[in-house]
C-alpha cells in the first residue's frame, strides 16, 4: 500500500465508497475522510510523489483521471468534470497541472 502508516486503510475504502458513483467525488470530503487534511507537510509531498506517477513534478490531468486508483486499485476513474473539477481547484497558477506547492496548498 503506498500509504501506509500515513492514511488508515479503513479510511481509505470508507471515502473510495463513499464517491464510488460518477459524479460524487469531491475532493475536500474525500481529502478529510481518508486523512489527507491532517497530515504534514513531509508526508503531504510523498502522497504527491505517489500520484505523480510519471515523476514529472507535477500532476497533470491524466493523472488526476486515475486519482482514486491511487487509493485503491478497484476505484473508478474520475469523470472528465471531475477531473476538471479536481484540476481547477489545485492548478492555482493555470498551467494545466498542479505541482507539489499546490497540491499540499490543496489538501489544507
Do not use: W
Amino acid at each position: 500500500m503506498a500509504f501506509a502508516g500515513m492514511l488508515s486503510d479503513e479510511d481509505i475504502k470508507a471515502a473510495v465508497q463513499a464517491c464510488q458513483a460518477p459524479g460524487t467525488f469531491n475532493h475536500k470530503s474525500f481529502f478529510a475522510q481518508v486523512g489527507l487534511t491532517s497530515l504534514s507537510e513531509v508526508e503531504g509531498e510523498k502522497v504527491f510523489r505517489v500520484l505523480d506517477q510519471d515523476k514529472s513534478g507535477y500532476i497533470e490531468e491524466e493523472e488526476l483521471k486515475l486519482f482514486l486508483q491511487n487509493f485503491s486499485p478497484g476505484a473508478r476513474e474520475l469523470t472528465v468534470a471531475e477531473t476538471k473539477t479536481l484540476m481547477a481547484a489545485g492548478d492555482k497558477d493555470g498551467d494545466g497541472k498542479i505541482g507539489m506547492e499546490e497540491f499540499c496548498e490543496l489538501m489544507k
